[in-house]
């Protein structure tokens, strides 16, 4: 796929409205989601393990836990974009994410690992959006109870990362320098 339209407000929940105008913000979104991968190496490969376990406050997730984050994110809206895209009609359930980063484990894992994973997945869905069909995109299903596009989860694979590098970047590596 070349380029892909924006969402209407109707093929997604209201909760990812955030995500799908970080997305339009970026312009092209096809080309947003490989330049995605050298961002997010930019702004974290360098940081120390010590750095890299740094929380923005008592309750907040450390930077590993961030990035393990995008990892699970990643991987929960691909699958929603797989299976709505081969116009599976079958309701998909939302996920935990408070209760996926507790069980990760990520502060004890190496950040290289967890940016590697990353960009893995990244490149993986950027083949499979690259040969998604436009009909393919515009299909809709259901994922946590609400209507939801493969063109929005598309959108939502670059806000979502979009809307974390914001707190990384004005939140968490500010206190790092």
Known sequence: MKSILSPATEEYAPFYADYIQRAQARGDVIAALPKQIDEIRSALEKLTDTQARFRNGLAEWSIKEIVSHLIDAERVFSYR????SRNDKTPLPGFEQVDYVREAGADELALEDLLAEFEYLRRANIL????I???????????SSAAVSARALIFMLVGHVEHH???LREK??????
């Open 133 to 143: 069909s436009e009909e393919s995109a515009a299909r809709v299903g259901t994922a």
């Open 81 to 84: 974009l797989l299976r709505i």
């Open 165 to 167: 590098m914001a707190s």
């Open 128 to 131: 499979a959006v690259k040969n």
């Open 172 to 177: 968490y590596l500010p206190s790092l320098t």
